[in-house]
């Protein structure tokens, strides 16, 4: 059944009012997604999709360098491939859409729209590979995929959702290891450069990997609310898929061998992120290098302006894009400055650029930055460079801004009533000695919310320390967050 769709709101409710209202009356004025008359599922509207386009260009490109190669599988899986790998079944089962009719006529067997790849990809690279001459296989695919939600939150939880998933094919188990870890750096670099939002990274705990993986990571990011982001995933596969699709191949020494396999997956959630890390009150706050227009020029119309000021406009808008540049002219008649202005920094736009007839007599125009807010005077002369400077400030200020908030909301703790009471307010992230027990770890759970979000690659010796629940040896250090 349909649902029906709410009003667009008018206004931005305060994050501290309400976080969550605030990010889906951002998402929805900002026009980057709205929700469908499909119940759990959303429409990604062009703004919203420009943010995607660009984050896939970024990904694919690192893809590429990596050795790696886009394919696509199809959408559907028959139930007896699903049903080879149990823990995989099981963790996906009440997630899973399953297709019974083909028309009006009922079908031999039930199809599941795919929640992820891992058991059709198996099955073709069983078909594929005879040889270690035939390893390694790097494909990725560039999809959507179904997994049935109860809650709609816009980019964070949809019933659909776009995503990237890197399946891949090795030798040896070192191979597979450092592929696993290869990828989950790629994610690492690509959202702190791209996206300006630092990230933790590190090993999943048993009870929280991926159904099926032998071990899981991911990269973790603190949102402005203080919950955590799962950004992205990196799958170390074993030789689990591979024995269940009886994924084999002679290896060098000619003994019959499985195959070692990965997969690895970041999704539109990312564009949620961008929201929760960098938005305020006013709205949007974007990365230069992924908001779809970087820069938008306002022409001020008083007196002859469409022969004066607009043609200047003009030619400084093919000078930026010369450069490289995303850029858009707002000459609109039937909205005022004040009001374009307020639009753009709802939007998002990292740089503002005002041109009206006193500048052009001082050959100057007037930047206003999103992140900061702050005006100034730049001359026409050279403003291609002045620009690409201004925007790569803005970057490298929001990651800043988004590290700093991080520190300032992660702290450390032993005691588990001090820990109860840090996760009652807003808390980030916080770090306490854990044993290693995932009976522990469900009850900290049950009683704060809090899960761990990662065993960091980085993390200091848990030696001579006791775990925060029970008091029993620790084995580590955890990080412990509420999280989406």
């Not at 973790?220 to 994924?247: C, P, W």
Request: hydrophobic residues 40%.
């Amino acid at each position: 059944m349909s649902e029906a769709i709410p009003d667009l709101p008018t206004e931005i409710t305060p994050q501290s009012q309400d976080f969550a209202r605030w990010y889906v009356d951002v998402v929805r004025r900002a026009e980057l997604a709205d929700y469908s008359p499909v119940k759990g599922c959303m429409v990604i509207r062009p703004y919203g999709y420009a943010m995607w386009e660009l984050i896939q260009q970024g990904l694919d490109r690192r893809f590429k360098a990596t050795g790696h190669v886009n394919a696509y599988f199809p959408l559907f899986i028959p139930e007896s491939l699903l049903m080879k790998e149990v823990e995989h079944v099981e963790g996906f089962a009440p997630q899973v859409a399953w297709v019974t009719h083909g028309g009006t006529e009922k079908l031999e067997e039930r199809l599941v729209v795919r929640p992820t790849s891992e058991t059709i990809i198996g099955t073709m690279y069983a078909k594929w590979v005879q040889s270690w001459r035939d390893l390694p296989i790097l494909i990725n695919q560039w999809a959507n995929v179904v997994r049935w939600e109860k809650v709609t939150r816009l980019f964070l939880r949809t019933t659909e959702f776009l995503w990237q998933e890197g399946h891949t094919a090795h030798e040896t188990e070192e191979e597979a290891q450092e592929e696993t870890l290869r990828m989950l750096g790629v994610y690492k670099e690509f959202v702190e450069s791209e996206l300006a939002i630092p990230v933790l990274d590190g090993q999943k705990t048993e009870s929280e990997k991926f159904a099926g993986a032998a071990r899981t990571y991911s990269i973790e990011a603190l949102m402005g609310d203080g919950r955590a982001l799962q950004a992205g995933t990196s799958h170390n596969l074993g030789q689990n898929f591979a024995k269940v699709y009886d994924i084999k191949f002679q290896g060098r020494d000619k003994s019959l061998q499985y195959v070692w396999g990965t997969s690895w997956g970041v999704t539109t959630r990312l564009i949620g992120a961008v929201v929760m890390v960098h938005g305020d009150d006013g709205g949007l706050t974007l990365p230069p290098r992924i908001a779809p227009y970087q820069v938008v020029i306002v022409p001020i119309p008083r007196g002859n302006w469409r022969e004066t000021v607009l043609p200047k406009a003009q030619a400084i808008r093919d000078e930026l894009a010369a450069r490289g540049i995303r850029v858009h002219i707002d000459d609109r008649d039937t909205q005022t400055p004040g009001w374009k202005f307020n639009e753009w920094e709802l939007r998002g736009v990292p740089l503002r650029m005002e041109i009206g007839p006193k500048d052009l007599e001082k050959s100057q125009v007037v930047l206003a930055r999103r992140d900061t807010r702050e005006k100034s005077s730049a001359p026409m002369e050279g403003i291609g460079g002045h620009v690409e400077e201004r925007l790569n400030e803005i970057q490298q200020a929001l990651y800043d801004r988004a590290l700093k908030f991080r520190e300032e909301h992660t702290s450390s703790t032993d005691s588990y009533a001090e820990f109860q009471a840090i996760m009652e307010g807003r808390p980030g992230f916080v770090i306490s000695p854990w044993c290693g027990s995932a009976a522990c770890e469900a009850a900290i759970k049950a009683d704060t919310q809090a899960t761990i979000r990662s065993i960091p690659f980085n993390s200091p010796s848990a030696d001579g320390k006791v775990c925060l629940k029970c008091g029993s040896p620790a084995t580590v250090y955890a990080w412990f967050a509420k999280a989406y």
